[in-house]
């Protein structure tokens, strides 16, 4: 279903109740990694005028998940105060977005990665114009996807793929030539859940 854009939707989701994501979700019979999971943020980020929500594909010489698509953020570093913060300092160092041109909305629960991190989304506003300066030794291109593509959850489908052995189920909502796949997909897909809610 095609939603016109509104800022009201994304305040909409974050009152909908509803709990964490993870990689598991089509994976029951996949073992989660053993041990605490890492703290990390990414900031889904819509331009405040038409919702078009900013994204990455990652640099290929990087060294864990080379030319995904992602949303800007990372792991919390000892400086930062929390998942927020994390996901505030990389969208700056990653893309040049700084929180300055942010409004903050608020988070959805963590979503935890087959890799062993909990990631919290974070919903901002770009407030005014926005051009992406892409960190090249981290990203390989910043692009927008169309607020009606990311909020449908009808684009999203399952596929899979062998991964260390294992058959692997995950979300995908391929875009033109962007595969939108894996936990970026599955925290998008949440959103859009929500949205539809």
């Known amino acids: 279903m095609i939603r016109p854009w509104s800022p009201d939707l994304l305040d909409k989701a974050l009152s909908v109740t509803a709990g964490p994501t993870s990689d598991f979700d089509l994976n029951p019979d996949a073992p989660p990694p053993q041990g605490s999971l890492r703290p990390a943020g990414v900031l889904a980020a819509f331009d405040a005028r038409n919702g078009r ?19 800007p953020g990372g792991k919390v570093d000892p400086g930062d105060a929390d998942a927020v913060a994390a996901a505030l300092r990389e969208a700056d160092e990653e893309i040049g977005l700084s929180a300055a041109q942010l409004r903050i909305l608020g988070t959805l629960p963590p979503h935890r990665t087959v890799t062993g991190f909990a990631v919290t989304p974070v919903l ?16 390989a291109e910043a ?35 962007y595969y939108l796949w894996g936990a970026t997909a599955r925290i998008l897909y949440a959103l859009a859940r929500r949205i539809a809610a």
């Open 143 to 177: 692009f927008w996807l169309p607020f009606a593509h990311v909020t449908d959850p009808a684009r999203y489908r399952v596929e899979g793929r062998y991964w260390r052995g294992q058959w692997r189920a995950y979300h995908a909502a391929p875009f033109g030539p």
């Open 53 to 71: 929500l900013i994204l990455t594909q990652r640099a290929a010489t990087m060294r864990h998940h080379p030319g995904q698509i992602a949303l």
């Open 124 to 139: 901002a506003l770009i407030d005014g114009d926005f051009t992406p300066r892409p960190e090249p030794g981290e990203v």
